[in-house]
C-alpha cells in the first residue's frame, strides 16, 4: 500500500444546484411524515375502545380508538348498524385499518371484537296514541280524554335520529266513524322519519270497581273502591262512579274483586232495625219533645218507618234522621214532608 504522500488526490466535485434541491425535498417530505404520526407514538398509546354506541350513520376512528389526533379521529372506518340495531365489528379489521393510516400499533386489550349499537328515538304506543288523539280532535271534534286507541299489531315503534326532536304528529288521519277505525301516517320533523299505523278507537267511561271481595251487609270503605277506565261499550250502563258516595255504604250482596259496581249493588246503611228502641223526636219552634219507641220496620237515613210510641202504644210513620232516632214532627227533610203523621204525643 503506497504512503499516504504517493496516493492522488481525489478531487470532490461541488454538489449541483438540482442534487441539493432534491436532497432538501426529500428531508422536508420525511419532516413531514414523521411530524405526522408522531402523535400516534407521542404521549398515550392508541388504545381500542370497549362496546360503543354510535349516533350517526357512519363510525369513524375516534369511535373505535382512543389517544388518536383529532384530525385522525374525524376519519371514517365503518358504517354504524341500523337505527336502534347492534352489531360487531372484529378487532383485526379495526386493526388493519389504523394500520393503512399509518398510525401505528393498537393496544386491544385483549378484545376480538367490540359491539356497537345505534342509538335511536324511539316513538312507542303511548306517543303514537297522542299523536292519533290530537288529530281526531282537531280533525273530527272527538274528546281525547275520552278515547282510547287499540292500534293493530305488536306495540308499533317508529325510530329516529336521536338528534330528531319534536312531538310526533299525525298525518294523513282517516277515520270510519261506523267502524270507529283509524289510519295515520305518524311523523317526525318534515316526514325525515315516518311509520303508518292503524287502530280501532273505543270510547272510554270511568266506573267504579271493587279492589277486593266483600260480603253482603258489609260496609265499603274509601279503600275498597276505585275509578278505572273501561270501554263504555260493555260496562254496565248504571255503573257507579262517585266514590265519595259509595264510601261508607254497605253491600247488598256478596261481590267480588274487580266487580264494577253497579246501582244497588251498595245502599246507605241502616239506621233503624226492627224491634230497635227508638227515640222519637217532635220538634215546632218554641217545643222540642223525645219520647221512647219501638222501630216496626228498619230503616236508612231519610227513610219513613212504622214505630210504636211506648207511653200511648199509638203507631207512628216517622223519618229516620239518626241511629236508633226518629222524627215526626216539622223538623223532619223536606223530602219525607209527604210522610203521614200519626196522632199528636200525649
Known sequence: MPPLADRPHRRVAPLGAAVLGRLTATLITLAAIGYLTLPAFAGEPLRLRGDVTARGDVLTLGDLVEGAAAEAAARPLFRAPALGATGTIQ????????A??????VETGGRVQIAVQRAARRVGAAEIEAALKRALESGQGLDPRVLSIRLDGEAPVLLAPVDLNGAAAALDVV???????VTGLISLGERQASLRVSGLVVEMREVAVLTRAVKSGEPITAADVALERRPREGSPPDAQANLAALAGE???????????????????????????????????????????????EAGRLGATVSV???????????????????????????????AAFGPAIR
Open 91 to 98: 378487532s383485526r379489521r379495526i386493526l388493519e385499518a389504523v
Open 100 to 105: 393503512g393510516l399509518g398510525l401505528g400499533p
Open 250 to 296: 254497605v253491600a247488598q250482596r256478596a261481590l267480588g274483586a274487580g266487580a264494577v259496581l253497579r246501582t244497588g249493588d251498595t245502599a246507605p246503611p241502616e239506621l233503624v232495625a226492627r224491634g230497635e228502641a227508638v227515640s222519637i223526636v217532635y220538634e215546632t219552634p218554641g217545643v222540642s219533645l223525645t219520647m221512647r219507641g219501638q222501630a216496626n
Open 308 to 338: 210504636v210510641n211506648v207511653a200511648s202504644k199509638k203507631v207512628l210513620q216517622a223519618v229516620v234522621v239518626g241511629p236508633a232516632r226518629v222524627s215526626v214532627g216539622p223538623a223532619a227533610p223536606q223530602r219525607q214532608a209527604s
Open 175 to 181: 277515520y270510519e266513524p261506523r267502524s270507529r277505525r
